[in-house]
């Protein structure tokens, strides 16, 4: 079946535009994450959905940052008037839910690589 | 708070040598802990994941991983590379407490493994 996928693959934005990214995540998966990963870096949390609800936006960096899934599966990540600093790889992760004292592994996009001029 | 370590952030290693990559984690309880690999412009794949029993775990691609917890560790390792293995590779830990669907995860720098021919 498919994986999750993002896109655009790639993005390159002026300093001061406002871009989008998609996540499609694989059919049926509860949980979608997302990650920023900055070059020559781990990725790091930005925020966590269980369906449409957002449960964890602790890891979103500033105000500019905004991440919404309102049907539970399609999500988007927002970031307006974008910065350099912004330019990073964005991860999408999804999994199941498992039952209580279970894991459900994360599968993980190709990401989408944003480039601000 | 949680974090996790990799020392290394290159290692050349000649094709047919044994590997080791280094990962030591910070947490207050036995984190659940992970192995992801990256090529390039790919997202992450898991190679092998720990969550309790046995310490030592196999993982695909002839890969395997020692959790030490009196060294906080959790070193991956493979007898013989191949060049196929050339990737950055991560280590990672889920935060959250056991049974929880909640499962950011925090992920080490990277370590960069090149292999010679």
């Known amino acids: 079946g498919a994986g999750v996928s993002q896109s655009p693959r790639y993005k390159v934005a002026k300093r001061g535009q406002d871009v989008a990214l998609r996540c499609d995540p694989i059919?049926?998966?509860?949980?979608l994450f997302w990650y920023q990963q900055a070059l020559g870096q781990g990725p790091e949390f930005l925020t966590y959905?269980?369906?449409?609800?957002?449960?964890?936006k602790s890891g979103l960096p500033s105000d500019r940052f905004f991440a919404e899934r309102p049907e539970g599966s399609v999500s988007t990540l927002k970031i307006q008037r974008t910065q350099q600093e912004d330019s990073a790889v964005y991860l999408c992760?999804?999994?199941?839910?498992?039952?209580?004292?279970?894991?459900?592994?994360?599968?993980f996009g190709p990401g989408t690589r944003l480039t601000v001029l | 708070a949680q974090s996790v370590t990799q020392p290394d952030i290159h290692i050349t290693v000649s094709e047919g040598a044994s590997l080791e990559l280094r990962c030591n984690y910070s947490?207050?309880?036995?984190?659940?802990l992970f192995w992801y690999v990256q090529s390039p412009g790919q997202g992450l794949q898991l190679l092998l994941k720990?969550?309790?029993?046995?310490?030592l775990v196999q993982g695909i691609k002839g890969f395997e991983a020692e959790f030490k917890r009196s060294q906080s560790s959790f070193n991956l390792r493979k007898p013989s590379v191949h060049w196929s293995d050339a990737a950055e590779y991560f280590c990672?830990?889920?935060?959250?407490?056991?049974?929880?669907?909640?499962?950011?995860?925090?992920f080490g720098r990277g370590t960069q493994l090149t292999v010679w021919p």
């Open positions: 992760a999804s999994s199941s839910v498992g039952r209580a004292g279970s894991y459900n592994e994360q599968f």
């Open positions: 059919s049926g998966h509860v949980s």
């Open positions: 959905f269980q369906n449409e609800a957002q449960l964890d």
């Open positions: 947490y207050g309880a036995t984190p659940y």
């Open positions: 720990y969550f309790s029993g046995d310490t």
């Open positions: 990672a830990a889920r935060g959250g407490p056991r049974g929880s669907t909640l499962g950011r995860l925090y």
